[in-house]
């Protein structure tokens, strides 16, 4: 039998405000000694399009603050938009050169990635493992207090936000329902789960998965 560390495979993780789905995706990049990636994500497409990585976070920024998301939709179908095209740096096409980015590193390395709709974009890739990661507003709250210094209202004011933007953005880019359980192979609750058994839960997954 081959080794986990033999195949090549992805762990993308989607994760609700103050699930702490990042420590556990760092965890799990630690412990296959993988790359973990994130915000990278637009640095290393702002350097494959030659588009300013400051234009890609500033349009990961705004983004959150519009109504975009929730009044339109435009699911990604693997189209990148050409240069001479007056639309080339709008948001539709820096999601599809994340996309790009996504894919090629899928062709040559086992990862982790966090967010970036990630599940989706890599969904024709058999040893993708996409997890949710989740945790009762309770909890969520008690922890962004700590992590950010926050009051309990900013803290809820500062959840229900991001996740109302992630379940927009997700549906924007996907059609699909962020919270959906059909979207995912694990849905792990860190209310219930310590961050090391989730660990736990996703290596014994893969185990089964790949081994």
Known sequence: MEKLSDKRFILALTRTCGSGATIIGQML???YGLDFYDKKILR????????SEELF????ET????????VTRKIYNGEIIPPESPDYTKNDNLFAFQAKVL????ERESFVCIGRAADYVLKDYPNLVSIFVYAPMEKCIQ???KRLNMSRKEAEKHITDMDKYRRAYYKYHTGREWESPYNYDLCLNTGELSYEQCVEVVTEYLRIKLG
């Open 44 to 51: 290393m497409a702002s350097d494959d399009s030659g588009i």
């Open 63 to 70: 983004t959150k603050k519009s109504l975009l998301y929730s």
């Open 29 to 31: 990049a630690k412990e």
């Open 103 to 106: 894919k090629e590193l899928a």
């Open 57 to 60: 976070a500033r349009a990961d």
């Open 143 to 145: 922890t962004e207090m």
